[in-house]
Every structure is written in C-alpha cells, then in structure tokens.
C-alpha cells in the first residue's frame, strides 16, 4: 500500500499512538527545514544540528502527547519551538544526553541536506559581470556583512535603493550561473 | 505501509522570491516579514531548497572575496574585515598624477590601489584601467563612490597581478560634466616588478 501522508496527517498518526515509521518520517521531513532555520540564526553547522535534534524531540514529545490541538499549524509549533530552543541553547541550557537516551539517536541522527555545488570560476565570471553598484552591494552584503543602512551610506542612496540593488544582482547572478529566478 | 513525501520539492502553490531569500539570510527583513517567511520554509521544501542556492550563492561570494580576486572598488570595511580574517592587503597609493613602484608577494593575498580624488560634486565616476600607453583596457563605469569621499580603493585582482609579468599600468578616474564630457579625476601610474618565479617571470 501506497499512502502519502501530508504533515497534518502525520501528526495525527503519531498522536493516536507509538508509531515510530511516522515519527521517523516526521523527523526525516521536518529536520533539513529546521537545520535551515539553525544556519540561519546560529551560523554554525554543529549548532544547527544541535538545534535539529533538540526541535524534533520537543516536537516528538509534544505529539505524543497530543499537545499539539491543530495537526495543521505544525510548522508554526515547530517555528515555536526553534525559537525557544535558541534561547536555550543561547542561555547554554542543555539537557540533550538525557533526551537521546530516552528517544534513540538513530530515530534523531540530522539528516544533512547538501548545500549546491557552484562552479567557481563561473560564479566569479558572474560576479564580475554585475555592474559595479551590484556588484560592490552583492560584496558588502554577502562579505563585509555591513547592514542595508551602512551600505547605504557607503553608496550615498537610500535603503530602499540598496535593496533594490540587491535584489537584481540576486535574480542577475541566479540567471548567469543558470539557475531559474 | 509506506509514508510518502508532503514536501514534494517540484511545487509550491506561493514560492518566495530568491532576493527575499537573501534578505532572509541576510536578517534584513521586518520581524513580520520574516515570521512569515519562517513558517513558510518549514513547511515548502522547494523554497528551502532555493534558499540553500542562495546560502551557497552568499557562501561563493564570501569565498571570492576571500581570494582577492575581483577588480573591483572596495569600502575600507572591507579591507577591515580582510585584516581581521588575517589576510595579507598589500596597498599602494599614489598621489594624482604621479605614480608608485610596486610588487606583489606570494604571501599577499588582497592588492589595493588607493586613488586619492577630489570627488565633491561628482555625480557619476567611470574608473578606466589603461596599458602603458594610456589606450583604454577596461571600464569600471558608475563605480561605488561617496560624494564626501577623499579615495577610491580599487582592487586588482591578485590572481591576476601574481601571474602579470614586470608592466606599467595607468588608472584614471573620470567624471562626465552635464554636457556628458568626460574630465578626469585622476591619473596614477603603477609601475609592477615582477618578483614571483615561474611562467611570465622574464618581463613583456
């Protein structure tokens, strides 16, 4: 049998009881998405996995539970969760080896999505290519990591301006290196 | 029973923009903007997805920027954050209308020319980068500079200048009047020795 189940569903099937192939599926599915978020706010590939692990375990014992009232709203649960799993992370609260022990570090081993594989010389060929605001933007944004407002004020334009700026060297660079904007 | 995929990664009934992905990355988004697009990427791993070829994209960047190896204008920023990340800047800096001897090293990772300018006023200003006969090789037009600005820091590439043979290179800053006439800015000469064996060592 073939049976495609939508998070929601997934939810339910775990909340109604022990199923470990849904919750192993839950994990596999919601763990890349989670690790993004992690890269996102903790810069840091070992963080983000630590994030990873301790999200879906709150998460498993949330559905077990059956805390979570509204299967649909599963990504904001989540979202919920990763946020105050930073926190705590952030506040060095760990409490990790306990909470593997008890749920299985095969059912939790981080599912490491790939990130692209860009051809160098051609990317460089790209970025060359921009005009020299986009280009400069594109450098300050990504290197420099100088924010909307300093180079703003490097540049002489408004926020807005950079952002638009920005906003065509991305969709210009996606175009160059052949991935569809 | 076989659980299937949800995130199918070849659809997404409201796909986020590529750019508002980098901005997301980049936390230049409002806190609404950017809750909104949190719950999204939780749920669509088609946009997860792009999002991966922007971080890699912003990673590809970073790395080129690393390796010194664009020519283009860069802020003083920069040049802060290359030091801080422990690389070498090698940095000349004639004075309008003259000229400097200079060299790169193997050790040398970022190479700067500082173009020192008058540029109140300047609403446009091409950077030109010419051979020693003052013929016109290439055009940095519209380049990134501040009206309050007393220099403009170009970078060469340094791939480029370490495999160069011994040469004289002149860069000239342009601005245009409103009849759309070029007056120079500047003119600086770099007189390159070559001090790095290996294939183009002998000179031109």
Known sequence: MDIKLNDAELVRQIGSGSDREAEAELCRRMAPRIRLYGLRHLRDEH??????????????????????????????????????????????????????????ADLLAPVQPTMPCLDHDLLQRCVQSLKERERAVVVMSFYDEQTGADVASFLGISEANVRVIRHRAIHELRKCMGVAV | MRIGDDGDPVTCSNPIDAAVLADYWLAALAEAEEEAVEVHLLDCDRCGERLREVIALAEGVRNLAREGCLRMVVSDTFLQRAAEEGLRVREYAPPAGGGVRCTVTAEDDILIGRLAANLSGAKRVDLCICDEHGVEQLRLPDIPVHSGASSVAYQESIKFMKAAPTLRMIARLVTFDEAGGERLLGEYTFSHTRTLPGPGATGM
């Open chain 1, 47 to 104: 963080a983000s996995e630590d994030l990873t692990q301790q999200v879906l375990i709150t998460t498993l014992e949330a559905l077990r539970a059956g805390r979570l009232r509204e299967p649909e709203k599963l990504a904001s649960f989540v979202l919920g969760t990763c946020r105050m799993t930073v926190l705590d992370l952030h506040r060095g609260a760990q409490r990790k080896e306990r909470l593997l022990e008890q749920f299985g």
